[in-house]
């Protein structure tokens, strides 16, 4: 896939990992997600946190892959911020800050929606000077 030429990162390593663990609709689902990810934001880095969850950055978190049992789960941390015309965000509605799309068996979000978000969810974090400066 073009625009991911640089080596694999651990992280990148992990989660390819942990999608051909799953091996099933979630790992399916999630490579899906992921691949629509770097479509969308082709400099996203991706980090791995938590005791494993994927996580995907540009300028902070832009959203990261949960697996469960019956849904995957992409948590959008700025989520409450972006607009979602598509409907897309499904779960974690009650909070002011984060979130969530609980994707289950046999359901494929809408690609271009998806995207879209992705980018807003860049943007937005882009748009904010970092709360601390790097040397």
């Given at each position: 896939?073009?625009?991911?030429?640089?080596?694999?990162?651990?992280?990148?390593?992990?989660?390819?990992?942990?999608?051909?663990?799953?091996?099933?609709?979630?790992?399916?689902?999630?490579?899906?997600?992921?691949?629509?990810?770097?479509?969308?934001?082709?400099?996203?880095?991706?980090?791995?946190?938590?005791?494993?969850?994927?996580?995907?950055?540009?300028?902070?978190?832009?959203?990261?892959?949960?697996?469960?049992?019956?849904?995957?789960?992409?948590?959008?941390?700025?989520?409450?911020?972006?607009?979602?015309?598509?409907?897309?965000?499904?779960s974690s509605l009650e909070?002011?800050?984060?979130?969530?799309?609980?994707?289950?068996?046999?359901?494929?979000?809408?690609?271009?929606?998806?995207?879209?978000?992705?980018?807003?969810?860049?943007?937005?974090?882009?748009?904010?000077?970092?709360?601390?400066?790097?040397?």
């Amino acid at each position: 896939m073009s625009g991911m030429s640089n080596p694999p990162s651990e992280a990148a390593a992990l989660i390819d990992a942990r999608i051909a663990e799953l091996g099933d609709w979630r790992g399916e689902t999630l490579a899906r997600m992921r691949g629509l990810i770097h479509e969308a934001v082709p400099e996203v880095v991706e980090t791995w946190k938590w005791r494993g969850v994927p996580v995907w950055e540009a300028g902070g978190i832009l959203c990261t892959g949960e697996t469960y049992k019956a849904v995957v789960k992409l948590t959008f941390a700025k989520g409450a911020s972006l607009p979602d015309p598509a409907g897309l965000f499904n779960s974690s509605l009650e909070g002011n800050t984060r979130r969530a799309i609980d994707i289950p068996e046999g359901v494929v979000l809408d690609a271009d929606a998806f995207k879209a978000l992705v980018r807003a969810a860049a943007a937005l974090n882009m748009s904010k000077p970092p709360k601390r400066g790097k040397a």
